[in-house]
């Protein structure tokens, strides 16, 4: 959504141990998972990668870009996740790699039964409405900014693949679980940022085009799950297990994605912005804005100025 949330960087392997200078590769086994922390430190391109298994790969430091599905090549930068089937290559290029400025990068193969079974567990216990509407990873939409969730999930994964833990394949099993829910619960939040997406099979979907229609207002919950034509609570649960962020949440993300729209204008001030995104106390719009951009709205006004 509006904010990229960083992971923890494990340490730089020392110069001493390094096997090579592109995509130096240190790999953790577990019954389920494997992962891969991977360094370079020179320019590089087109550099070939592939896995067996499915594998999420998150930036760390520094820049790539990517060749991947035949489709354009694109940036991918420290707060940004990209999930790969298994046995697609990809190429990547290192523009800015050196030794003073090195790329680091996870990638984390997932065993398929895991997967699978977490998928199988999903549709039993949480099936979605619809009889072809199931849970599942949608390779499709395979780029997208880590939200703090997200993030917290990959970390705790990362420290137990590190770890010595004698039980850290059991708890690896477990975050594996909460990692695919995680991700399919971005990608469904990612999609409904489309403007021209609709999923029929959902309830949530005209609660959701109600917020886009009435970002400039104030919505309320009873608003929302009467569009969807469900209870305050079982409306509130169905959305936040779908998109792993509370109606509330969805809400001020949208607020904050308009509000930076209309601060693309060099010339509109902070109150009329605050006032044109539902928020009658500026000086809350500053802080939420602040927390979410980590700038003020006047600051942001300036940086998007400057660069154009």
């Known amino acids: 959504m509006s904010i990229k949330a960083l992971l923890h960087k494990p340490a730089l392997t020392h110069e001493k141990s390094l096997k090579t200078l592109v995509e130096n590769r240190t790999i953790f086994s577990l019954d389920h998972c494997e992962l891969n922390i991977f ?8 550099v070939p990668l592939k896995f067996n298994d499915l ?14 599905f ?13 999930i790969v089937p298994s046995n697609v290559e990809m190429k990547i290029d290192f523009p800015e790699a050196s030794k003073q400025d090195p790329t680091q990068c996870i990638a984390l193969a997932i065993d398929h039964n895991i997967i699978s079974n977490t ?21 499709e939409n395979y780029f997208f ?25 059991a708890i690896a099993d477990l975050t ?26 959902s309830p949530i979907t005209p609660a959701i085009e109600y917020i886009k229609k009435n970002i ?7 608003d929302l799950s009467d569009k969807a034509c469900m209870s305050t609570t079982s409306f509130y649960r169905y959305f ?24 693309s204008n060099p010339n509109i001030n902070v109150n009329e912005v605050s006032y044109a995104t539902g928020f009658e106390d500026c000086n809350y719009f500053i802080r939420l804005f602040k927390k979410y951009e980590g700038v003020t709205p006047k600051q942001y006004q300036l940086m998007n100025y400057n660069t154009h």
């Open 145 to 169: 900014y880590n939200n703090v969730e997200l993030a917290g999930t990959i970390n705790k994964l990362i420290k137990e693949c590190m770890g010595n833990s004698i039980t850290k394949d």
């Open 70 to 82: 035949d489709e354009p090549e694109f940036e991918y930068l420290p707060g940004e996740t990209v």
């Open 55 to 68: 594998v999420v790969t998150s930036m760390l430091r520094g820049k790539k870009v990517m060749h991947l």
């Open 39 to 46: 360094e370079t430190y020179q320019q590089s391109a087109l």
């Open 216 to 222: 400039q207002c104030s919505i309320n919950l009873k």
């Open 119 to 139: 998928l199988d567990f999903l549709n039993e216990k949480y099936p979605k409405e619809g009889k072809s509407n199931l849970w599942k990873l949608d390779h």
């Open 176 to 201: 594996l679980q909460e990692l695919i829910i995680r991700i399919i619960q971005t990608q469904t939040a990612k999609r409904f940022e489309n403007e021209k997406y609709i999923d029929v099979n």
């Open 240 to 263: 936040k297990r779908e998109l792993g962020m509370s109606p509330i949440e969805y809400i001020l993300n949208e607020k904050i994605k308009y509000a930076k729209k209309l601060l």
